[in-house]
C-alpha cells in the first residue's frame, strides 16, 4: 500500500468555533483532523506531521519558502508517494503557486482546506482531505505540478484562484477550469496542465508590492514603494493592461530606479497586451520597460516576482521569465 504524508499547515480545517469568542480559532491537531477521514486506511498509510496552526492571512512569503524546503525532505524519500498540505483558503492560492514554481519533482503535491470549520454543519474538511490522499496516490497525478484538490476538483496551482467568500466550489480556474475531478475515490484527468516552469530558489525577495489601478489615481502609491525601498511592483492595470497617465509617471521613475515592474490586469480574465498607444496605455508602459504578466492575477505575480527577484538581479532575465515565449512589440 502507497504511502503519503499530510502536512498540516492550519486554516478553517484546523478550526472550531470557541464558545466563550463565537468564532472560529484553530484547535485541531492533525490526528484529530485525520481521525474524521474514515475509511482512508483501505487506499494508503498515512504519515501526519504538523508545519503550522496559522490561519490562511497569517501566511507569510518566507513561511511558504520553509513549507516548499519541508515538503521537499519527505518528496526525496522512496517510500512516500505523494505529499498532501492542509491550508488556509484565504492564500492557499499563493502558497500552492509558490510550491509550483519552487519543486521540480514528479511526486504528486496536492494542497487542500476547508471553507468550514469543524462545528459547522456540512464540515468539508475530511472529504477534501480524503480526495486529496486519492489524488496523492495516483500515477496519474505525476508530474502535473502542484495540485489544489477542493470540493472533489482538481485545479492547477498556476490557474486557480478563490472565487467565493464561503461557496464550497470557491477554487475555480477562470480561463480554462479544472484539470480533473474525484470521483467515487477515483481521480480522472480532462487535461495536461498548461503551465510547466519553475523558479529553483531556496531564497525569496520580500520587499514587493501590489498596487491596483482606480480611475483618477495617481503616482504617491508608487512613490511611496519605491522610497521604502521596493525591489519589485505589481501593478493590477485597467483592462488589457493600462493606468491613468498620472500612475504612469511613477511606473516610469520606479523603473529608472532599477525597480522591476510587472503590470497584470485586475479584470477575472484575460491577458495583458500592449494595445493602446494613448498615455497610460499598455504600449507606452511596455516602452517604457514594464515586464507583462500575462493572464496571472496581482497576488500570483507578486509571489512570482518575489521568487524571480531572490534569483536574479538581471531584469532582462526576470522578463524572460514572465514573457518566455511571448510576443513583444518594442519600438
Do not use: W
Not at 509571489?303 to 531572490?310: E, G, S, T, V, W
Request: aromatic share 6%; charged share 20%; hydrophobic share 40%.
Amino acid at each position: 500500500m502507497k504511502k503519503v504524508a499530510v502536512i498540516f499547515n492550519g486554516g478553517t480545517i484546523a478550526m472550531t468555533v470557541d464558545p466563550r469568542m463565537k468564532a472560529a480559532i484553530p484547535t485541531l491537531s492533525g490526528e484529530e483532523i485525520m481521525s474524521m477521514v474514515t475509511g482512508i486506511e483501505n487506499y494508503a498509510q498515512i504519515e501526519s506531521y504538523t508545519f503550522s496552526s496559522l490561519p490562511g492571512p497569517h501566511m507569510t512569503p518566507e513561511l511558504m519558502m520553509e513549507l516548499s524546503k519541508y515538503i521537499q525532505t519527505f518528496l526525496l524519500r522512496d517510500d512516500i508517494c505523494g505529499v498532501v498540505v492542509t491550508h488556509g483558503t484565504d492564500s492557499l492560492e499563493e502558497t500552492a503557486y509558490l510550491l509550483h514554481l519552487t519543486i521540480d519533482n514528479p511526486k504528486p503535491v496536492i494542497v487542500t482546506g476547508s471553507m468550514r470549520n469543524s462545528s459547522e454543519l456540512g464540515y468539508d474538511g475530511p472529504a477534501n482531505l480524503s480526495a486529496s490522499i486519492c489524488t496523492a496516490i495516483s500515477e496519474e497525478a505525476r508530474n502535473r505540478g502542484v495540485l489544489v484538490c477542493l470540493n472533489d476538483e482538481l485545479n492547477c496551482a498556476g490557474e486557480v484562484t478563490k472565487s467565493h467568500s464561503m461557496h464550497l466550489n470557491t477554487f475555480q480556474s477562470p480561463e480554462f477550469g479544472p484539470i480533473g475531478i474525484i470521483d467515487n475515490n477515483e481521480v480522472i484527468f480532462y487535461r495536461d496542465s498548461l503551465k510547466k516552469e519553475h523558479i529553483l530558489t531556496e531564497k525569496i525577495e520580500t520587499r514587493v508590492d501590489l498596487i491596483k489601478a482606480c480611475a483618477g489615481m495617481d503616482s504617491k502609491l508608487i512613490d511611496f514603494c519605491v522610497a521604502q525601498g521596493a525591489r519589485g511592483l505589481v501593478i493590477e492595470a485597467m483592462g488589457r493592461g493600462n493606468i491613468p497617465p498620472q500612475m504612469a509617471e511613477g511606473v516610469k521613475v520606479a523603473i529608472e530606479k532599477g525597480v522591476a515592474v510587472v503590470m497584470v490586469s485586475r479584470c477575472f480574465k484575460g491577458r495583458v497586451l500592449d494595445s493602446y498607444g494613448y498615455p497610460g496605455g499598455g504600449k507606452e508602459l511596455r516602452n517604457a520597460g514594464v515586464i507583462f504578466g500575462d493572464s496571472l492575477p496581482g497576488q500570483k505575480a507578486r509571489i512570482k516576482l518575489m521568487l524571480a527577484l531572490a534569483s536574479t538581479t538581471n531584469l532582462e532575465e526576470i522578463e524572460a521569465m514572465f514573457e518566455r515565449g511571448r510576443y513583444k512589440s518594442r519600438i
